[in-house]
Nanobody, 115 residues
Framework: QVQLVESGGGLVQPGGSLRLSCAASRRIFSISAMSWYRQAPGKQRELVAAIARDGNTNYADSVKGRFTISRDNAKLTVYLQMSSLKPEDTAVYYC?????????WGQGTQVTVSS
């Protein structure tokens, strides 16, 4: 079993920045693909960004150029740096870990972009 703990959410004004962190409980992190998803009220959960074990990344079109996903295998942590935030980025953000055919989720962290 793998536990994922997200942190870094909060309230920010449009145009501001936040950095989300997701810490894993086991060292299989280093061989895992990591992703950030988000779910806004009344909408389906959507993929925001993903990073493979080799460091390759991909992003949703809506966040390209504004968000950056990165990982620190020594700290078992994945990050999502979010800049130029917009009200439509408001959602609960979830961390996901995929490894060996299994998928694990964090509890989510709320990001609210509002003036």
């Amino acid at each position: 079993q793998v536990q994922l703990v997200e942190s870094g959410g909060g309230l920010v004004q449009p145009g501001g920045s936040l950095r989300l962190s997701c810490a894993a409980s086991r060292r299989i992190f280093s061989i895992s693909a990591m992703s950030w998803y988000r779910q806004a009220p009344g909408k389906q959960r959507e993929l925001v960004a993903a990073i493979a074990r080799d460091g390759n990344t991909n992003y949703a079109d809506s966040v390209k150029g504004r968000f950056t996903i990165s990982r620190d295998n020594a700290k078992l942590t994945v990050y999502l740096q979010m800049s130029s935030l917009k009200p439509e980025d408001t959602a609960v953000y979830y961390c996901n870990l995929d490894v060996l055919g299994s998928s694990y989720w964090g509890q989510g962290t709320q990001v609210t972009v509002s003036s």
